[in-house]
């Protein structure tokens, strides 16, 4: 087990060699008080390196800790061990605050339940992480040029209520990629689409990731999926595979 | 800005805004209504008090004023007018036989010394500054309700006590012409040199004598200081410094009940905040955990959610505030006759209570429960959790108290009034809840085979809302129609309709002839005022007593009596009536004895015209005070105001067929005042009726406030039902089915809550009759049906309304 993972952590390094890597993480542990006062160890030891523009795919069983991986490396959450580097900035010395500063126009997420205002419309939707940052200009047609780009100008006044799942996840990735982030975070993105559905947003979501050279962290439990991705890290017990 | 509005039209689009909207938008409405109406009829009371008192001061007492002071005024360099008041009928002199009760005010020339009165040619016609001076010899001032009672014209004569007046100008306004609601009657204003003429005043008359004075403010006061030392207990000073007069003080109550009222509206619409806040918090959670994985800072969720609520709460106050506007146009319209025809404009300070109440609404109901979502965690996103992120339940708690108790005294001014209407509302509540979470549990075991709802603490929580703003709406409406019908139901057909005051001693043999020539037996009762003075001869002040009623027996003077049968109605409890011809002893009445501490045997001293009379106790007595007939407190041996100056009081029935007596009384006996108690009772009962509207009209509110928070608790319940309803249709469940059971669910809520709520007011109901009217309890089993049925009625409508698009969900959605 261990030389699996010194392999893992020696690949990435030859990957990172050229650049520094977008996402850094070394000795990442995160383990959960229990309800009967025990700890349970989540994740254990995982060593990564992500370089910009590249994809990667975590895949795992069902409570294999693959979002809370993922929930750590855009530091939605702060490990119990370990060092966590986003765009070369370590989040734990990091405040809430300061994490989501660093986050505001760089970071993009993908939901499994797209996770749209259900009061906004689709255009509003879109802008919304445009408004979050106040240097943003043209916020109105960056958010419409997003929309055009997932095929959806023509639905950009209707509610998420008005709109198919597909078509749902479609302004999601609207939104995620308006800001052109430099990371964008997935999880499970194809998961309560249909098959054809999941297809074309996929394929859309590399599309739009090598149009913007933007490095993806994908959490999947589609192997196939997976395998899109240039890497593919398996987590088994709170520790990570190849 | 632009930025904030069109957040503001995003946030408008969830429901649980709007509720939010809608509960503060009632809750300023309620709040500015009454406020604007209020200011209205303060500003007009601030403008009257500077010409109401028609000088800088009065001595008011009930004996001729003692011409020393007049004299020491004169002195000090101040002016004094002088005034006479008193009822006395007033009648025509024509064939048309009418008459009419009036407050006769007979002035010095130089009155009044502040103010003037106006006067007009006829009741509409220019108004004009009156000179008293100019008035011819039998020429006398008077109020146009006098004028239509009498069906006379400017410059009619008119009989007033022994002398024929005319009625030569309509009064319009003039000094202390208080509001008209307490005034039972019109006045009529003569020279001072006029009223011996009259021979209305004798030494027994119950008259009102009043000096007033004007001068600099420095001599007034120094002449008050003088004065006050000297006054006896029948004399007192009035300044504008000593407070308003009753009416006055009677209108500044109904204001601040009105303002109460209001204030139920206002907690109701705060719980209503508070259910569509929490609602919004739940809906919000999720979408706070995407902002923060977007980047957005905790600062910029508080500004996001807070600016809405400031934005939420400023269009309340300002479009709120604009509805009260009007709403208060109605309330001033309907209640003119208590404040007055011409109130003057509002000013903008209910506009800034509105404001300042959908703020501290915002900030004390809703901002605790938004405040959560700043802190929630980012990452329950990923996992699919919708978790609230806690707060200090005793922050919540304390934001929620302040508030609380901020708009009470915005409201009421008066932090003891504040905590004695909380207190009632949560005991209101608590008894709401308790009947609530018992009865349906009840229905539960007993509709089990009917698949009931299960009783749970959300629909007793939309039981007690709205079962409280249909209590207090009930509640009125009994108080308003039903007890005054039971108590008039109570008097037998024949109880006395008529007073007959102020019969001289030689006019009593001849009016007995006449009324029994009309078939008419009626005891007439010889009346003195006497104040007490001793007991078991210790001199008595209202300061060896703590009880307030006590006190006010002690400065005021008693209508005594002394007859050799006892009153009917009066019943001997302990002791025994007078002989026939006895001269010695007193019966008390229990209550009045109860209050002052009296019992059998003592020796109680009282001061009647200047002299004091010292007589024992010897029997209590019980009095039926609503028998309408004369009734005393203190009733003397029959012989007993043999020597003293006396007038003589009796009550008559007066029928239909009979109604030509009373023009031949007053003819024949013109200083004999009659008091139409039916007259009496019919404005009495309007005035009754309009107050009770009024204060119904301010209940609609906390209905209305009932229904918005019955609609928040639909509304934060609403994820959870359409879940179910998506469960019960993939079971099968037909839309038919689910209709049925979602209206009987609300039927059986709204049911629950008019029938608490009628229950309630009816109980509520029965203790103000037996304490107000002395009547016995009764059972209104259709103001419970009624009350059932409104309620089942309409929180069905409300609820169904609320939750029918849920009937279309279908069940594919618990896959999504």
Same mark, same amino acid.
């Given at each position: 087990m261990n030389n699996q993972k010194d392999s893992i952590a020696a690949f990435s390094a030859i990957k990172s060699s050229s650049t520094s890597p977008v996402i850094h993480c070394k000795g990442l542990r995160k383990q959960l008080a229990t309800t009967t006062n025990t700890q349970l160890l989540i994740l254990d030891n995982i060593n990564l390196d992500i370089a910009q523009g590249e994809s990667v795919a975590i895949t795992g069983a069902s409570g294999s800790g693959k979002t809370?991986?993922?929930?750590?490396?855009?530091?939605?959450?702060?490990?119990?061990?370990?060092?966590?580097?986003?765009?070369?900035?370590?989040?734990?010395?990091?405040?809430?605050?300061?994490r989501a500063n660093l986050r505001l126009g760089k970071v993009g997420f993908v939901f499994q339940s797209f996770h749209l205002m259900d009061n906004l419309t689709a255009l509003e939707n879109v802008m919304l992480p445009l408004e979050l940052d106040s240097s943003s200009q043209t916020i109105?047609?960056?958010?419409?040029?997003?929309?055009?780009?997932?095929?959806?100008?023509?639905?950009?006044?209707?509610?998420?209520?008005?709109?198919?799942?597909?078509?749902?996840?479609?302004?999601?990735?609207?939104r995620a990629f308006v800001s052109q982030p430099a990371v964008l975070f997935a999880d499970e993105p194809t998961g309560n689409l249909d098959r054809n559905t999941g297809e074309e947003i996929i394929t859309l979501l590399f599309e739009m990731q090598q149009k913007n050279n933007t490095t993806l962290v994908m959490v999947t439990h589609d192997d196939s999926l997976a395998e899109r991705c240039q890497t593919h890290y398996k987590l088994v017990d709170g520790e990570i595979t190849t | 800005m632009k930025k904030l509005f069109s957040d503001w039209q995003r946030f408008w689009r969830l429901a649980e805004m709007r509720l939010l909207l809608l509960a503060l938008l009632v809750a300023v409405v309620a709040v500015t209504s009454v406020g604007f109406f209020t200011d209205r009829a303060d500003r007009a009371m601030s403008q009257q008090a500077t010409t109401m008192l028609g000088g800088d001061m009065v001595l008011v007492s009930t004996r001729p004023i003692n011409p020393e002071f007049i004299a020491e005024a004169e002195k000090r360099g101040l002016r004094s007018a002088e005034t006479i008041s008193f009822p006395s009928m007033v009648s025509a002199l024509d064939s048309s036989d009418k008459f009419q009760l009036a407050q006769i005010k007979a002035v010095s020339l130089n009155y009044? *010394?502040?103010?003037?009165?106006?006067?007009?040619?006829? &009741?509409? @016609?220019?108004?004009?500054? /009156?000179? *008293?001076?100019?008035?011819?010899?039998?020429?006398?001032? &008077?109020? @146009?309700?006098?004028?239509? /009672?009498l069906d006379a014209s400017a410059g009619k004569p008119v009989q007033l006590g022994k002398m024929q007046v005319r009625l030569a100008r309509f009064i319009r306004k003039m000094p202390d012409q208080s509001t008209s609601a307490f005034q039972l009657a019109p006045k009529l204003i003569l020279p001072m040199k006029m009223l011996k003429q009259t021979g209305l005043l004798t030494p027994a008359s119950r008259a009102s004598f009043s000096q007033l004075f004007a001068g600099g403010a420095g001599e007034i006061k120094d002449f008050r200081a003088w004065l006050k030392p000297q006054l006896k207990k029948t004399e007192s000073i009035r300044t504008l410094d000593d407070g308003l007069p009753t009416v006055q003080q009677a209108l500044q109550r109904g204001q601040r009940f009105l303002k109460m009222a209001s204030l139920l509206a206002v907690i109701l619409a705060g719980a209503g905040i508070a259910l569509s806040s929490y609602s919004l918090t739940q809906h919000e959670t999720p979408a706070v955990a995407v902002l923060k994985t977007m980047g957005a800072s905790r600062r910029q969720i508080l500004n996001r959610y807070l600016s809405q609520l400031f934005i939420s709460a400023t269009i309340a106050g300002i479009v709120g505030s604009a509805l009260g506007y009007f709403i208060q146009f109605f309330l001033a319209q309907y209640l003119q006759s208590f404040v007055g025809q011409n109130l003057p404009s509002a000013s903008l300070w209910p506009v800034f209570t509105g404001l300042l109440t959908a703020w501290l609404m915002v900030l004390g109901f809703s901002a605790p429960h938004l405040l959560r979502l700043i802190n929630t965690a980012p990452i329950h996103i990923l996992q699919g959790q919708n978790k609230q992120a806690n707060t200090s339940k005793l922050f919540s708690a304390f934001a929620l108290s302040l508030a609380v108790l901020l708009l009470m005294w915005l409201?009421?001014?008066?932090?003891?009034?504040?905590?004695?209407?909380?207190?009632?509302?949560?005991?209101a509540i608590v008894i709401f809840w308790g009947a609530a979470l018992l009865m349906l549990t009840l229905i539960r075991k007993i509709g089990e085979r009917f698949r009931l709802p299960k009783a749970n603490h959300r629909m007793a929580l939309m039981v007690v809302v709205f079962g409280i703003g249909l209590f207090s709406l009930l509640l009125l409406t009994t108080l308003r129609g039903d007890l005054i019908n039971r108590w008039q139901a109570s008097l037998p057909s024949d109880a006395p309709n008529h007073f007959l005051i102020n019969i001289q001693p030689d006019e009593v043999a001849p009016l007995q002839r006449l009324l029994a020539k009309e078939a008419i037996e009626t005891p007439l009762y010889p009346m003195v005022l006497g104040r007490l003075v001793k007991i078991n001869d210790k001199t008595v002040s209202e300061e060896d007593y703590d009880n307030q009623r006590a006190k006010r027996l002690l400065i005021r003077e008693f209508n005594m009596s002394a007859n050799a049968s006892m009153p009917l109605g009066n019943k001997v409890i302990v002791g025994e009536w007078f002989a026939v011809d006895a001269s010695n002893g007193l019966s008390v009445e229990e209550g009045i004895a109860e209050t002052l501490h009296l019992k059998m045997g003592d020796s109680i001293t009282f001061d009647i015209a200047g002299e004091q009379i010292t007589q024992k106790i010897i029997s209590l007595r019980s009095v039926k005070w609503d028998s309408m007939r004369p009734n005393f407190f203190v009733m003397m041996a029959p012989k007993a105001f043999d020597d003293q100056p006396k007038t003589y009081i009796t009550s008559i029935h007066i029928s239909d067929a009979k109604k030509s007596v009373l023009p031949a009384i007053i003819k024949q006996f013109p200083s004999v005042t009659d008091i139409d108690i039916t007259a009496i009772m019919t404005l009495v009962r309007d005035l009754i009726n309009k107050a009770a509207f009024a204060v119904q009209a301010i209940f609609l509110f906390t209905l209305v406030a009932g229904v918005v928070v019955l609609f928040a608790a639909l509304q934060s319940q609403k994820a959870l039902r359409r879940k179910e309803i998506a469960i019960l249709k993939s079971l099968g469940a037909s839309r038919a089915y689910l209709r049925r059971s979602l209206l009987l669910e609300f039927a059986i809520i709204g049911g629950l809550a008019g029938f608490l709520a009628s229950i309630l007011a009816l109980v509520a109901g029965n203790i103000a009759a037996y304490l107000l009217f002395d009547l016995n309890p009764e059972m209104n089993l259709s103001l419970i049906l009624t009350g059932t049925l409104l309620g089942a009625l309409l929180v069905s409508i409300a609820g169904y309304l609320n939750v029918r698009g849920l009937l279309s969900v279908l069940p594919v959605s618990l896959f999504r």
């Amino acid at each position: 087990m261990n030389n699996q993972k010194d392999s893992i952590a020696a690949f990435s390094a030859i990957k990172s060699s050229s650049t520094s890597p977008v996402i850094h993480c070394k000795g990442l542990r995160k383990q959960l008080a229990t309800t009967t006062n025990t700890q349970l160890l989540i994740l254990d030891n995982i060593n990564l390196d992500i370089a910009q523009g590249e994809s990667v795919a975590i895949t795992g069983a069902s409570g294999s800790g693959k979002t809370t991986l993922l929930g750590l490396l855009a530091g939605l959450d702060i490990p119990s061990d370990g060092e966590v580097k986003l765009l070369g900035k370590a989040l734990s010395p990091l405040n809430e605050d300061q994490r989501a500063n660093l986050r505001l126009g760089k970071v993009g997420f993908v939901f499994q339940s797209f996770h749209l205002m259900d009061n906004l419309t689709a255009l509003e939707n879109v802008m919304l992480p445009l408004e979050l940052d106040s240097s943003s200009q043209t916020i109105r047609q960056r958010a419409l040029e997003a929309l055009k780009q997932v095929g959806l100008e023509k639905r950009s006044s209707h509610l998420p209520t008005q709109l198919s799942g597909g078509e749902q996840q479609r302004v999601a990735l609207a939104r995620a990629f308006v800001s052109q982030p430099a990371v964008l975070f997935a999880d499970e993105p194809t998961g309560n689409l249909d098959r054809n559905t999941g297809e074309e947003i996929i394929t859309l979501l590399f599309e739009m990731q090598q149009k913007n050279n933007t490095t993806l962290v994908m959490v999947t439990h589609d192997d196939s999926l997976a395998e899109r991705c240039q890497t593919h890290y398996k987590l088994v017990d709170g520790e990570i595979t190849t | 800005m632009k930025k904030l509005f069109s957040d503001w039209q995003r946030f408008w689009r969830l429901a649980e805004m709007r509720l939010l909207l809608l509960a503060l938008l009632v809750a300023v409405v309620a709040v500015t209504s009454v406020g604007f109406f209020t200011d209205r009829a303060d500003r007009a009371m601030s403008q009257q008090a500077t010409t109401m008192l028609g000088g800088d001061m009065v001595l008011v007492s009930t004996r001729p004023i003692n011409p020393e002071f007049i004299a020491e005024a004169e002195k000090r360099g101040l002016r004094s007018a002088e005034t006479i008041s008193f009822p006395s009928m007033v009648s025509a002199l024509d064939s048309s036989d009418k008459f009419q009760l009036a407050q006769i005010k007979a002035v010095s020339l130089n009155y009044p *010394l502040h103010g003037t009165i106006e006067v007009s040619e006829t &009741a509409t @016609s220019a108004v004009s500054n /009156a000179s *008293l001076i100019n008035l011819q010899n039998n020429e006398v001032l &008077a109020e @146009s309700r006098l004028f239509i /009672a009498l069906d006379a014209s400017a410059g009619k004569p008119v009989q007033l006590g022994k002398m024929q007046v005319r009625l030569a100008r309509f009064i319009r306004k003039m000094p202390d012409q208080s509001t008209s609601a307490f005034q039972l009657a019109p006045k009529l204003i003569l020279p001072m040199k006029m009223l011996k003429q009259t021979g209305l005043l004798t030494p027994a008359s119950r008259a009102s004598f009043s000096q007033l004075f004007a001068g600099g403010a420095g001599e007034i006061k120094d002449f008050r200081a003088w004065l006050k030392p000297q006054l006896k207990k029948t004399e007192s000073i009035r300044t504008l410094d000593d407070g308003l007069p009753t009416v006055q003080q009677a209108l500044q109550r109904g204001q601040r009940f009105l303002k109460m009222a209001s204030l139920l509206a206002v907690i109701l619409a705060g719980a209503g905040i508070a259910l569509s806040s929490y609602s919004l918090t739940q809906h919000e959670t999720p979408a706070v955990a995407v902002l923060k994985t977007m980047g957005a800072s905790r600062r910029q969720i508080l500004n996001r959610y807070l600016s809405q609520l400031f934005i939420s709460a400023t269009i309340a106050g300002i479009v709120g505030s604009a509805l009260g506007y009007f709403i208060q146009f109605f309330l001033a319209q309907y209640l003119q006759s208590f404040v007055g025809q011409n109130l003057p404009s509002a000013s903008l300070w209910p506009v800034f209570t509105g404001l300042l109440t959908a703020w501290l609404m915002v900030l004390g109901f809703s901002a605790p429960h938004l405040l959560r979502l700043i802190n929630t965690a980012p990452i329950h996103i990923l996992q699919g959790q919708n978790k609230q992120a806690n707060t200090s339940k005793l922050f919540s708690a304390f934001a929620l108290s302040l508030a609380v108790l901020l708009l009470m005294w915005l409201q009421t001014q008066d932090l003891k009034l504040s905590i004695t209407l909380l207190i009632g509302v949560l005991f209101a509540i608590v008894i709401f809840w308790g009947a609530a979470l018992l009865m349906l549990t009840l229905i539960r075991k007993i509709g089990e085979r009917f698949r009931l709802p299960k009783a749970n603490h959300r629909m007793a929580l939309m039981v007690v809302v709205f079962g409280i703003g249909l209590f207090s709406l009930l509640l009125l409406t009994t108080l308003r129609g039903d007890l005054i019908n039971r108590w008039q139901a109570s008097l037998p057909s024949d109880a006395p309709n008529h007073f007959l005051i102020n019969i001289q001693p030689d006019e009593v043999a001849p009016l007995q002839r006449l009324l029994a020539k009309e078939a008419i037996e009626t005891p007439l009762y010889p009346m003195v005022l006497g104040r007490l003075v001793k007991i078991n001869d210790k001199t008595v002040s209202e300061e060896d007593y703590d009880n307030q009623r006590a006190k006010r027996l002690l400065i005021r003077e008693f209508n005594m009596s002394a007859n050799a049968s006892m009153p009917l109605g009066n019943k001997v409890i302990v002791g025994e009536w007078f002989a026939v011809d006895a001269s010695n002893g007193l019966s008390v009445e229990e209550g009045i004895a109860e209050t002052l501490h009296l019992k059998m045997g003592d020796s109680i001293t009282f001061d009647i015209a200047g002299e004091q009379i010292t007589q024992k106790i010897i029997s209590l007595r019980s009095v039926k005070w609503d028998s309408m007939r004369p009734n005393f407190f203190v009733m003397m041996a029959p012989k007993a105001f043999d020597d003293q100056p006396k007038t003589y009081i009796t009550s008559i029935h007066i029928s239909d067929a009979k109604k030509s007596v009373l023009p031949a009384i007053i003819k024949q006996f013109p200083s004999v005042t009659d008091i139409d108690i039916t007259a009496i009772m019919t404005l009495v009962r309007d005035l009754i009726n309009k107050a009770a509207f009024a204060v119904q009209a301010i209940f609609l509110f906390t209905l209305v406030a009932g229904v918005v928070v019955l609609f928040a608790a639909l509304q934060s319940q609403k994820a959870l039902r359409r879940k179910e309803i998506a469960i019960l249709k993939s079971l099968g469940a037909s839309r038919a089915y689910l209709r049925r059971s979602l209206l009987l669910e609300f039927a059986i809520i709204g049911g629950l809550a008019g029938f608490l709520a009628s229950i309630l007011a009816l109980v509520a109901g029965n203790i103000a009759a037996y304490l107000l009217f002395d009547l016995n309890p009764e059972m209104n089993l259709s103001l419970i049906l009624t009350g059932t049925l409104l309620g089942a009625l309409l929180v069905s409508i409300a609820g169904y309304l609320n939750v029918r698009g849920l009937l279309s969900v279908l069940p594919v959605s618990l896959f999504r």
